[in-house]
C-alpha cells in the first residue's frame, strides 16, 4: 500500500457520555476530521464502547465476565452503527472487524486479517477494530484495546499510533502536560496515574506500556484528549497532547509481528553477559539464563528479562523450559537471533 498506515485508538471514556451513552458530538467530530485524513493514510480506528454502551440495558450489571459479554453483544450494534450514521455525510464506509488474540498469535491468520485490510483500503472503506468480547477466551484476551491497537500498529507497520484518551496527555508531577517523551523509561512510568475511567478497562500505564512497543518498532505514538480542537489533526501533526517518539530501527515484517502479535508463554532471566550478547544480535545460550521465571514449550515465544525484571527482548524457544533445567550443556541454543527481538 502506498500511503503510510494511521492507527487512531478511541477508549471508551472518551467516546461516551457519563451515562455510558456513545457521545454522538465526538463521533461526528472523528468522522468529520478523520474523512480529511483519509486521502494522507489508509486508516484503521479501533474504538471501545461497546461494553459501556450496552451495560445500560442490563439493570443489575455488576462488571461480571458474562455481564461483559452480554454488555459488549448488546453495545456492538450501536457502536458500529452511530459510527457509520456519522460518516455516511462524508461518503465513507466503515466495515467492522471483532478481532481475537490467536488472529494475532497465528502468522496466517495474521496474514488473512492484514489482506482484509488492505482490501478495504483499496476500496475507500476504513476499518473499525474491537475486542470480539462476545467470545474472547479470558486467558487469551487482550490485555485492553490499547493492545489490539499497538498489535495492528506494528503487525501492519503503521507511521502513527493516537491514543484517545480522558486527559490531555502525560501529565508531569505538578499536572502539566508534557509535549514530548524521547524514551519511555521506568521515570516515565513512574509519572503515570493508576486510575482509569470508570468505564475503561486501559489506563496511563497501559499506554505508556504500549507506546513503548511502539516506539521500538519505529513508531510515533501521541496520547491527547478529543476535548481539544480539531484535536485528530493537531494530534497527527504533533500540535497537541503527548508525541512518543518512534527510534530507528529496521526490523522486518516477521520480526514485527513476533514481538507484537504472539502470544507470550514463558520468562526468563539472563545475567549481564547473556543481555550484552543479545544486544550484540547473538543467540542465546543457556549458559547466560540465571532463572526459568515462566515454563514454556518448543516453538512457544517467552520474554528475556535482564536482572532488573526488564524486558529485554522476545524470543521463539528452540526447547522447552523443562529440556533447559535438565541439561547440562552450557552452550546448547535456546533461541537463534534470528528469533529474537530486541526491545
Not at 15 to 36: N, Y
Not at 256 to 270: N, Q, R
Not at 280 to 303: D, P, W, Y
Amino acid at each position: 500500500m502506498k500511503k503510510p498506515i494511521l492507527v487512531v485508538k478511541f477508549g471508551s471514556a472518551s467516546i461516551t457520555t457519563k451515562e455510558g451513552e456513545v457521545d454522538e458530538r465526538i463521533v461526528l467530530e472523528i468522522a468529520r476530521q478523520i474523512a480529511s485524513l483519509q486521502k494522507k493514510y489508509n486508516i484503521v480506528l479501533v474504538s471501545s464502547g461497546a461494553v459501556a454502551a450496552g451495560k445500560r440495558f442490563l439493570p443489575s450489571y455488576t462488571g461480571t465476565l458474562s455481564e461483559r459479554k452480554a454488555a459488549a453483544a448488546i453495545g456492538n450494534p450501536i457502536l458500529i452503527n452511530t459510527y457509520s450514521t456519522y460518516f455516511r455525510p462524508f461518503k465513507i464506509s466503515l466495515a467492522q472487524s471483532l478481532c481475537e488474540r490467536h488472529h494475532f498469535s497465528n502468522r496466517d491468520q495474521f496474514l488473512q486479517l492484514k489482506n482484509t485490510y488492505e482490501e478495504l483500503w483499496r476500496n475507500n472503506v476504513i476499518p473499525i477494530a474491537n475486542e470480539n468480547d462476545v467470545v474472547s477466551n479470558k486467558e487469551l484476551k487482550f490485555s485492553d484495546n490499547d493492545e489490539l491497537a499497538t498489535l495492528i500498529a506494528v503487525g501492519f507497520g503503521a507511521e502513527k499510533l493516537l491514543f484517545s484518551t480522558s486527559v490531555p496527555g502525560v501529565l508531569d508531577a505538578n499536572n502539566k502536560i508534557i509535549p514530548q517523551i524521547e524514551t519511555i523509561d521506568r521515570d516515565i512510568l513512574g509519572l503515570a496515574r493508576k486510575d482509569k475511567s470508570s468505564v475503561g478497562l486501559g489506563g496511563m500505564t497501559s499506554k505508556l506500556n504500549f507506546a513503548r512497543l511502539a516506539n521500538q518498532m519505529g513508531i510515533a505514538v501521541v496520547i491527547f484528549s478529543m476535548q481539544t480542537e480539531e484535536a485528530i489533526q493537531k494530534a497527527v501533526k504533533h500540535e497537541t497532547g503527548t508525541l512518543c517518539l518512534a527510534q530507528s530501527k529496521k526490523i522486518s515484517s516477521r520480526k514485527k509481528w513476533l514481538a507484537s502479535g504472539s502470544l507470550i508463554k514463558g520468562e526468563l532471566m539472563v545475567d549481564r553477559g547473556a543481555e550484552e550478547a543479545l544486544l550484540k544480535h547473538k543467540s542465546l545460550l543457556a549458559v547466560g539464563v540465571t532463572r526459568i521465571v515462566e515454563h514454556f514449550e518448543k516453538g512457544e515465544v517467552l520474554n528475556i528479562v535482564n536482572l532488573e525484571g526488564l524486558t529485554v527482548a522476545v524470543a521463539r524457544a528452540k526447547m522447552d523450559s523443562s529440556a533447559l533445567s535438565q541439561t547440562s550443556k552450557k552452550n546448547v541454543e535456546i533461541a537463534h537471533a534470528n528469533d529474537i527481538v530486541l526491545l
